[in-house]
């Protein structure tokens, strides 16, 4: 089976860039992380043949606008996502890629929550406990794919299933911190 292929688009506010080099994040590592989840034979079932993808950094006062325009919580969250495959799916020429949508992350909530660790859950499946900014950023975007692709947590049984595939995902995500998880059962649909 050949890989479908994923454009990745990756930025990050100007005024972020003190953060970012602060905590030794690289933009090019989280796209390859990125890319290696997306390549993962359970994601590349739920893909279009040629998809893109936008991923943009932000900071709290940003996501806070977003949150409260879209979510009507005015306050600032670590990850947002804007599906743009929901309902019928877009027929565009050959060649165009299909859109699957936008994922927000706020880099100044995602360094409050990188000082934790890991969150409890993923715990069982990491080889230690090194768990920094990068991480931290790589998972709200894995969290994010997942939701641009149908997945929620709003009810117990979602969680179960989305929380269950960010571990079995990890491995492909983070391979150097990550041990094996059980594979998903994921619903018919």
Do not use: C, E, K, Y
């Given at each position: 089976m050949s890989l479908k292929?994923?454009?990745i688009s990756l930025s990050a506010e100007p005024q972020l860039g003190?953060?970012?080099s602060e905590y030794k994040v690289h933009l090019k590592t989280l796209k390859l992380r990125l890319e290696?989840?997306?390549?993962?034979?359970?994601i590349q079932a739920y893909l279009p043949k040629h998809t893109e993808l936008c991923v943009t950094l932000l900071d709290d006062a940003g996501i806070?606008?977003?949150n409260r325009d879209y979510r009507g919580k005015n306050k600032p969250t670590d990850v947002l996502s804007f599906a743009l495959l929901e309902g019928e799916m877009l027929s565009?020429?050959?060649?165009i890629p299909i859109p699957l949508g936008d994922i927000m992350i706020s880099v100044q909530t995602a360094v409050k929550q990188s000082v934790r660790g890991a969150l409890p859950r993923l715990q069982p499946y990491l080889r230690h406990q090194v768990w920094g900014l990068s991480e931290e950023l790589?998972?709200?975007?894995?969290?994010?794919?997942l939701h641009l692709l149908g997945f929620d947590h709003e009810e117990e049984n979602e969680a179960e299933i989305m929380e269950s595939l960010e571990a079995y995902l990890l491995i492909s995500l983070l391979p150097k911190l990550a041990l094996p998880a059980p594979q998903p059962m994921l619903p018919l649909s």
């Open positions: 292929i994923i454009d003190d953060i970012l290696r989840v997306l390549n993962h034979t359970l806070q606008v977003l565009l020429p050959d060649g790589s998972f709200l975007a894995l969290h994010g794919v």
